[in-house]
């Protein structure tokens, strides 16, 4: 359960407190458990293509 509950968290299914309330805690003070969160290191394929290639990060060495 925790880790469906953290990958929900991670991925902005669900927010903190809302995860929270399943594991039947309290939310988190002062509604700093209402935000939502998801990786900024995604995006649509449409959207990556249109990044030129000098804008896009270096290939790792060891990654060749």
Not at 7 to 32: C, F, M, S, T, W
Not at 55 to 60: D, L, M, Y
């Amino acid at each position: 359960t925790m880790a469906a509950l953290t990958q929900g968290v991670d991925h902005g299914i669900y927010n903190k407190d809302e995860a929270r309330a399943i594991l039947d805690r309290n939310p988190i003070p002062n509604d700093l458990g209402k935000d939502f969160y998801q990786p900024l290191n995604m995006a649509e394929l449409s959207i990556a293509q249109k990044f030129e290639p000098s804008q896009q990060a270096p290939k790792n060495k060891k990654d060749d």
